[in-house]
Every structure is written in structure tokens, then in C-alpha cells.
């Protein structure tokens, strides 16, 4: 599969789904904590968001390395199969806010109905800078793309 391909993909995956599935660690035990993400559209970063006092925001202050796992399944047997599946590797920051004003609309975009979560002033918005994709399809066909590409 051609890189242009799977980028292509992974923006059609990326557009269809809400929900994630976002690994954090702390003291060398994993944490796992299914999230509502937005992507850009150079798909550079995915945005969330958290309360401040969550764990997941405290494992990510620790250690910004974080992943965000993004499929299609639907609970199929078809599913081993003609699934697909991105898991999205990075570092994570709260959006500095010169730049929330552009990174915002795009997550109230997507999730209109978490307005009054997303602005909650104890409401972190938070970014995961992408450094790759890896896509699996058809089980067990692996390909990784590069953000620096």
C-alpha cells in the first residue's frame, strides 16, 4: 500500500469516528481511557480534552508519550477481517492558548454536544503531536506513515 493511500485511509477513518481509545502510563503501569478526539486536517495533530483533575491528565503532565487507538469495528466476526485499525503515536500538550482559538472550533466541530464540557474552565484541551500512524487492515497488514513526510 502507497503511502498517499493510507494517508488517505486513515483521514477517512479519522472523519468517521468519535471516539478513541487513548494509552497513558504511570510508574510503568499502562492506563487506557476511551476519549472524543478531532483530527486536523493535515492530520499532524489529534485534540481532546480532560478535566485537570483526572489521571489520565496527571500521567500526561508526567509523561506526554501517548497513543490513540482509532478502529472501525463493529462487534463482527467480519470484523477480523475488514476492520481497520490506527493506532496514533506522539507527544501530548495542553493547546497553548494562542492557539486555541484555532484548535477549538475544530473538536466543537466534530462534538458540538461537549461545548459546555469543552469550556468548562477546569477543562484541559489537549493535543497529541503525531509522529506516526500505524494502520492495520486485514488482521494483521501493518503499514507505518510518518508524520515528517
Known amino acids: 500500500m502507497r503511502q498517499e493511500q493510507s494517508r488517505e485511509i486513515i483521514k477517512e477513518l479519522l472523519a468517521?469516528?468519535?471516539q478513541a481509545v487513548l494509552a497513558t502510563q504511570s510508574q510503568?503501569?499502562?492506563?487506557?481511557?476511551?476519549?472524543?478526539?478531532?483530527e486536523t486536517d493535515d492530520l499532524s495533530q489529534l485534540l481532546f480534552a480532560t478535566y485537570r483533575a483526572t489521571y489520565k491528565y496527571s500521567n500526561l503532565m508526567d509523561n506526554g508519550r501517548a497513543a490513540l487507538l482509532i478502529d472501525n469495528r463493529t462487534c463482527q466476526a467480519s470484523d477480523h477481517y475488514d476492520g481497520i485499525a490506527v493506532t496514533a503515536v506522539g507527544?501530548?500538550?495542553?493547546?497553548?492558548?494562542?492557539?486555541?482559538?484555532?484548535?477549538?472550533?475544530?473538536?466543537?466541530?466534530?462534538?458540538?454536544?461537549?461545548?459546555?464540557?469543552?469550556?468548562?474552565?477546569d477543562c484541559a484541551l489537549l493535543s497529541l503531536q503525531v509522529e506516526h500512524y500505524y494502520l492495520v487492515s486485514q488482521f494483521q497488514?501493518?503499514?507505518?506513515?510518518p508524520m515528517d513526510q
Open 16 to 18: 468517521s469516528q468519535i
Open 28 to 38: 510503568h503501569q499502562p492506563y487506557t481511557s476511551l476519549m472524543t478526539f478531532a
Open 91 to 121: 507527544s501530548v500538550a495542553e493547546v497553548p492558548e494562542e492557539q486555541r482559538s484555532l484548535l477549538l472550533p475544530l473538536y466543537l466541530e466534530k462534538h458540538p454536544s461537549l461545548a459546555d464540557f469543552v469550556l468548562a474552565p
Open 141 to 145: 497488514n501493518v503499514v507505518v506513515l
